[in-house]
């Protein structure tokens, strides 16, 4: 169908043609009963020819594939009943009729698509499943063709994979008209298919082969079209249902999802939060050991060692002159007294200088007098042990033995 919008505009001859062979194509599966004339075989095993009566002509073209199938072919001047599809080839600008298959014009050899039972079949299938895709595959179901028409519908339906089941399908009838249903050739056909195949053949008083080999039996086309082809509202409610289902689940999932992930990232914070107090405790501790054992906090651990020694020898000493003292005056010996403390003052004089030089010596300040000193940021008062540590342009303070220097660093050298 041309769309209004599309009409506005020239279609191209290729655009036309599209449209002629998208408005040809659901003429499928028909039957065509006419006179054949011109029939020619052409180089590739296909057949051109064509099919008239009193008062029309249309073409006919049947490919090599379906001629090798067909039981008869055609001759100039004969009646046959044809089955095919209408199609447009736009390399010629010809509508033809492709025939897949051909019957002689019989009386009920050959039912119609639109007969009772395939009219049925339908009317169930279509009631039931709407919008259900239903190929038909006419055969002879009386006659001595009747078998291998029946046979080769059932190898074409499972070469053509057109279709999930099938259904062999007659009006019924007596046993005589049944005989094509009751022979080997049939039989194997049904056994043979890869397709499921249920049976159909009307209300009869005796069973067919067909029907025992068949996977399904059915006794009217109304039956089997119930038995294959479930209620589309059915499957539409299953699939509202399971759809209920999946968001249901979908939801849960995804919420014991949302859950794991929670109870990981507060984990993690946990985690992060330890990690983080265990290095800040790392950092107090190193930072507690620097302070520790920088030079100024050596220098005035033992400034304090030298005050605490120098307290303690001073206490000594006057306990130890107090006692003296007792004793002499005890010994009322005030000459040797005399004598004794002061030689005694006189070492200890001798041997506290001997401890102060050895201190003075020792303590940074003696350190620095010998020509030594101490440099820091004067910034952070950090000391500098290395170049490293500064950088120029950088102020620092210098302590030397006598007094301090204010000094930029000019150039650092590694």
């Not at 050991?289 to 303690?312: C, I, K, M, T, W």
Request: with cysteine; glycine share 8%; hydrophobic share 40%.
């Amino acid at each position: 169908m041309l769309r209004p919008e599309e009409a506005q505009r020239p279609f191209t001859v290729t655009e036309l043609a599209n449209e002629i062979r998208r408005e040809l194509r659901p003429l499928t599966a028909l039957l065509v009963k006419g006179e054949v004339s011109g029939m020619k075989r052409g180089a590739k095993g296909h057949y051109s020819f064509a099919i008239k009566d009193g008062q029309s002509l249309i073409n006919g073209f049947l490919y090599a594939d379906d001629a090798r199938r067909v039981t008869t072919l055609p001759e100039d001047g004969q009646v046959f009943v044809f089955r095919g599809r209408v199609d447009f080839w736009p390399l010629y600008g010809t509508v033809r009729f492709v025939v897949d298959q051909i019957e002689f014009d019989d009386v009920g050899k050959l039912p119609s698509p639109t007969g009772a039972v395939i009219h049925d079949l339908q009317e169930t299938i279509w009631e039931r499943y709407p919008n259900m895709g239903v190929v038909v595959y006419p055969v002879q179901v009386q006659g001595a063709a009747a078998p291998m028409s029946v046979a080769r519908a059932l190898r074409r339906c499972n070469q053509e994979q057109l279709a999930d089941v099938i259904v062999l399908a007659r009006g019924g009838g007596s046993f005589e008209e049944l005989y094509a249903f009751n022979t080997e050739i049939v039989a194997r056909a049904i056994l043979e298919s890869r397709l499921p195949v249920v049976t159909a053949l009307g209300h009869t008083s005796d069973r067919t082969v067909a029907d025992l080999v068949g996977d399904a039996e059915c006794r009217t086309p109304t039956e089997a079209g119930s038995r294959v082809v479930p209620k589309k509202s059915d499957l539409l409610l299953q699939l509202r249902e399971r759809g209920k289902r999946m968001d249901r689940e979908i939801t849960q999932r995804v919420a014991r999802a949302a859950d794991r992930l929670l109870n990981k990232k507060q984990r993690l914070m946990q985690l992060l939060i330890a990690l983080v107090r265990q290095r800040v405790e790392r950092l107090a501790r190193a930072a507690g050991e620097l302070g520790r054992l920088s030079p100024l906090a050596q220098v005035a651990r033992r400034e304090e060692a030298l005050r605490d020694r120098s307290r303690r020898l001073g206490s000594a000493a006057s306990t130890r002159l107090a006692r003296s003292r007792s004793e002499l005056v005890k010994r009322r010996v005030a000459d040797r007294l005399d004598r004794a403390l002061t030689e005694r003052f006189a070492s200890a004089t001798r041997g506290l200088e001997h401890r102060r030089q050895r201190l003075v010596a020792l303590s940074p300040d003696g350190v620095l007098s010998r020509g030594y000193s101490i440099t820091q940021d004067a910034e952070s008062g950090a000391v500098l042990r290395s170049s490293a540590e500064t950088k120029a342009n950088r102020r620092v303070r210098i302590r030397l033995g006598a007094g301090r220097l204010g000094a930029r660093v000019d150039e650092v050298e590694q």
